[in-house]
């Protein structure tokens, strides 16, 4: 459905939840009122105002996402929403309240993955790639809320008069939405104001959608000078079929990011840290992809995953002879299973991975994912039907018992 929105979305892929609103008008003023009026905790929402970012701070469960890199521990705050109510408005907001983003952003959205953001720079002479630093945390509230009320403007002027929505509604419902979609910034307590976390479903649709002026002035800076564009969450790709990408266009690249305004702001600042120049005679990497000749999986990658399908497998064979031959689970044999099925996780993570990537070497290892599932179904199956020969419970400082809890994985 060709729809003109105006030259902001030019270059944009409109959900079909767009699309239907312009088919059926009556859906969009039905769909605003419901998220108007079935908004959780309102007499929270009115106090905002006067409690600040930590409005709805207690409905959220905030902690750092600890992993280890090359370079050494890597700490990305995360929140986890604990309120069912709020849990359940957010999944509203992303299956109904879908916004266009640009056509050369990859992230998050259905049909579209790491493999398909990386084929448009295969076979490149150069790569350029920048990060945008603490990206979530840059959509402040007062961004969320005049993004959402710039939207749903729009869409309204879009339609017949007759099924427009009042301006008053729209600033009230995106008073809400940018109340809800926020919480206060633990990783940086001297931001006074709430930002998005990292980890709720309408973070998705903020991050690919809001910065789509961003995108535009990218994709034209890049088309103009035949250059190929395209956009990963924060990661952002710049390639070159003939020739290197000269330093002043690079330096031109990271200006229009740390220079664009959004809504009176200019939240983005380039990571410098994680610049990278990559040639065509050393090995290119994005999103974890090779794309020097197609988009394939490292070599690296894939020697760890024999390698670990191969440890696991004979580790859970020692195991499960271990188990049959005492007779008992012991409490050992507990915590190595639980040890066990850790790894199988990431394997299986990585094993998907591969068939976002390729398909053929993705099918080559799944005889022995198979294999391994197999042995992992039978540790959890002893562990269920052997609890009866666990230790006794021992004594806890406190005078309580404590007993090994057997559950299924």
């Known amino acids: 459905m060709n729809v003109d929105?105006?030259?902001?979305?030019k270059d944009s892929i409109l959900p079909e939840e767009v699309t239907d609103w312009l088919r059926s008008p009556k859906t969009f003023k039905e769909h605003v009122k419901v998220l108007r009026d079935h908004a959780p905790h309102l007499d929270v929402i009115k106090k905002a105002d006067k409690t600040g970012p930590t409005a709805m701070d207690q409905y959220y469960h905030k902690w750092f996402k600890v992993t280890k890199t090359r370079k050494g521990v890597k700490k990305r705050p995360m929140a986890m929403v604990k309120d069912n109510d709020l849990k359940r408005y957010h999944r509203t907001i992303y299956n109904i309240l879908k916004l266009p983003y640009h056509k050369q952003v990859y992230s998050y959205e259905k049909g579209r993955s790491a493999a398909d953001c990386a084929a448009p720079h295969t076979n490149k002479f150069a790569i350029f790639e920048i990060d945008i630093r603490g990206f979530f945390p840059s959509f402040t509230r007062s961004i969320i809320e005049q993004g959402y009320y710039e939207w749903l403007h729009t869409m309204s002027q879009k339609?017949?008069?007759?099924?427009?929505?009042?301006?008053?509604?729209?600033?009230?419902?995106?008073?809400?939405?940018?109340i809800v979609c926020t919480a206060s910034n633990f990783e940086n307590p001297q931001c006074i104001e709430a930002v998005l976390p990292i980890g709720i479903e309408p973070?998705?649709?903020?991050?690919?959608?809001?910065?789509?002026?961003?995108?535009?002035t990218l994709y034209d800076f890049c088309s103009s000078r035949r250059l190929t564009y395209s956009r990963y969450s924060d990661n952002i790709f710049v390639s070159r079929t003939t020739g290197h990408i000269p330093r002043s266009m690079q330096e031109d690249i990271k200006g229009i990011v740390n220079d664009f305004e959004l809504h009176g702001?200019?939240?983005f600042k380039v990571n410098d840290g994680k610049e990278r120049?990559?040639?065509?005679?050393?090995?290119?990497?994005?999103?974890?992809?090779?794309?020097?000749e197609k988009v394939n999986v490292s070599?690296?990658?894939e020697i760890w995953l024999r390698s670990a399908l191969n440890h696991l497998y004979y580790d859970c064979l020692k195991l499960i002879d271990s188990i049959k031959n005492e007779g008992k689970m012991s409490e050992e044999a507990v915590k190595s299973s639980s040890k066990l099925y850790r790894r199988y996780r990431k394997v299986m993570g990585n094993h998907s991975y591969f068939c976002a990537i390729n398909k053929e070497k993705y099918l080559k290892y799944s005889t022995q994912v198979i294999a391994v599932k197999i042995l992992i179904d039978e540790i959890m199956y002893l562990r269920g039907t052997i609890?009866?020969?666990?230790?006794?419970?021992?004594?806890?400082?406190t005078g309580t018992t404590s007993r090994i809890t057997v559950k299924p994985f």
Request: charged share 30%; hydrophobic share 35%.
């Open 5 to 9: 929105l105006g030259q902001k979305y």
């Open 159 to 178: 339609l017949p008069m007759i099924h427009r929505v009042s301006d008053r509604m729209i600033s009230e419902l995106s008073k809400r939405l940018s």
């Open 203 to 216: 973070s998705v649709i903020i991050s690919n959608s809001f910065p789509i002026e961003l995108d535009n």
């Open 265 to 267: 702001v200019k939240p």
């Open 277 to 292: 120049y990559i040639p065509y005679w050393r090995r290119q990497r994005i999103l974890g992809a090779v794309v020097n």
């Open 299 to 301: 070599k690296s990658r």
């Open 387 to 397: 609890s009866q020969d666990l230790p006794e419970p021992k004594e806890s400082k």
